[in-house]
């Protein structure tokens, strides 16, 4: 049968035993493989719409070009209109999707487009000063530049407007992020038509 007095004393013996066991540990070792890149694709994938949001939020912006106030007969800014533009590398933004922040001297509102084109106590509106492609009110080209209207006298008390001195600050908020602007009234107002803020 066997010869066993001519063997090796490190030769091994495989049994079945030992089969099951390379089997359990390759089964094992390709179920870790496939976990590790389930788990880097995962990871992969996270990583780079991350990356796209934070970059969106970064350049996807408006860029106030001016900011104007028109003095009403009461020596008061009654409208404030900002000549926006979108930022420079910026992709299409919307701004009927946009919302304005106001924290004027009285109270804070939060603004959304108006439909009917009237700007008032909750809305804003915008007209075109310069559309390249026709695209209004979505900012496509570099050279599109609308005009965003806030009327003071519906964001301050008693329908006022913003008197000489006053500070306030506007917040255009779009689908990417939002940019912070600071402003304060000239010390007067007196035979002014339009003013730079």
């Known amino acids: 049968m066997f010869d066993t007095e001519n063997w090796r004393p490190d030769r091994a013996q495989v049994g079945i035993g030992t089969l099951i066991v390379f089997i359990a540990m390759v089964l094992v070792a390709a179920i870790a493989a496939g976990v590790l890149i389930n788990t880097a694709g995962f990871l992969q994938t996270k990583s780079e719409q991350t990356g796209t949001e934070a970059t969106g939020q970064v350049t996807n912006r408006v860029n106030v070009v001016s900011t104007v106030g028109i003095v009403g007969n009461d020596d008061s800014i009654h ?15 919307n701004l009927s999707t946009a919302t304005v922040e106001w924290l004027g001297p009285d109270d804070a509102s939060i603004l959304t487009r108006a439909k009917d084109g009237t700007a008032d106590g ?7 000063i310069r559309d390249v492609d026709d695209t209004s009110p979505v900012l496509v080209d570099q ?9 003071a006298t519906q964001l ?11 500070d306030f600050t506007i917040k255009i908020v779009t ?23």
């Open 143 to 151: 050279g599109d530049r609308f005009r965003v209207t806030l009327d």
């Open 156 to 166: 301050t008390e008693k329908n006022h407007g913003l008197k000489e001195s006053e």
């Open 79 to 93: 409208l404030v209109n900002l000549t926006v533009m979108k930022s420079s590398g910026s992709g299409d933004v």
């Open 122 to 128: 909750q809305h804003f509106n915008i007209t075109t």
């Open 175 to 197: 689908s990417a992020g939002a940019v912070t602007y600071h402003h304060s009234v000239p010390q007067t107002l007196t035979n002014q038509e339009a003013v730079q803020l």
